[in-house]
């Protein structure tokens, strides 16, 4: 439950979601959209954030959406890890999912609340930006659909009272060879000192961090490197770690000097991997 007095809306359309979230901020409020609503529970009971509004789009039938076709697959908003992991439609996607949090709050966390929240790992983020992913947005014009990339830098950059409605991966990025990690201090559902996605596309490698720095990211410069099979691993390796956008991150989990170690080490072993065919 959260802890205060909310104004809560469940509308069945995106109109009506846009329409309340609109007038509750003409009012003074402050709303947020609801998918999961765990984050939104957990801060409000530790008091850092008091909602004074609520919309829940769990009831809107684009936002729960979980289908491929010819184009590729459709993700709801409001799916949940669980659903994404269990669906096996997006192997790199449901690789990722299966690392966030324990079973039970993966069956409560949403693509669109992992990619919106305030808790800047975001790593669902990691194989939308490798995967030429494309989002649908609903807010005053309407639907638009946009390049995912186009949008996420770091975190979800929207316009106001825009709710995100569906992600859409092309087929080519759901079979192709992908790797995942994540390196944690202690525990496997703890957040990541550093987690990594790759994808292949056309023989290159697409890479993307998140817990490296203080936002996830894609580098096209650091995948010209560790592409460039003219040097040695090694090389490659500490090249591609002095391209990081900003210093590594540092916060009780590992410092910065430990995460540059953590991804210098998983590198080596990527690239070791793929040379000898197992990836």
């Not at 569906?166 to 550093?194: C, M, R, S």
Request: proline share 6%; net charge neutral.
């Amino acid at each position: 439950m959260i802890p205060c007095d909310v104004v809560y809306y469940r509308p069945g359309t995106l109109m009506e979601a846009y329409e309340a979230y609109r007038l509750l901020q003409i009012e003074g409020k402050k709303p947020l959209y609801y998918a999961g609503g765990s984050e939104i529970i957990t801060m409000s009971r530790a008091g850092s954030i008091r909602p004074s509004a609520i919309v829940d789009i769990k009831r809107i039938p684009e936002c729960m959406l979980l289908s491929a076709n010819d184009e590729g697959l459709h993700i709801g908003s409001a799916c949940t890890l669980n659903q994404i992991k269990e669906s096996r439609l997006f192997p790199l996607l449901g690789s990722s999912c299966g690392r966030i949090a324990d079973h039970t709050n993966q069956c409560r966390i949403t693509l669109g609340g992992n990619l919106c929240g305030t808790i800047i790992y975001r790593e669902t983020s990691l194989p939308l930006l490798l995967s030429d992913a494309r989002v649908s947005l609903f807010g005053s014009q309407g639907m638009r659909t946009v390049p995912f990339q186009s949008v996420f830098h770091g975190r979800m950059r929207l316009k106001p009272s825009e709710v995100v409605v569906q992600i859409h991966v092309p087929g080519w990025a759901l079979k192709a060879p992908f790797f995942h990690v994540k390196h944690t201090t202690n525990e496997k559902i703890d957040y990541p000192l550093v987690s990594a996605a790759a994808l292949w596309k056309d023989g290159n490698m697409r890479i993307a961090f998140s817990g490296l720095c203080s936002y996830p990211f894609r580098s096209s410069k650091i995948e010209a490197v560790l592409n460039d099979w003219s040097m040695p691993v090694s090389a490659r390796v500490d090249k591609a770690a002095e391209l990081l956008p900003e210093e590594p991150y540092s916060d009780v989990e590992g410092s910065g000097e430990y995460r540059l170690f953590v991804l210098k080490n998983m590198l080596h072993a990527l690239l070791e991997d793929y040379t000898n065919g197992k990836i």
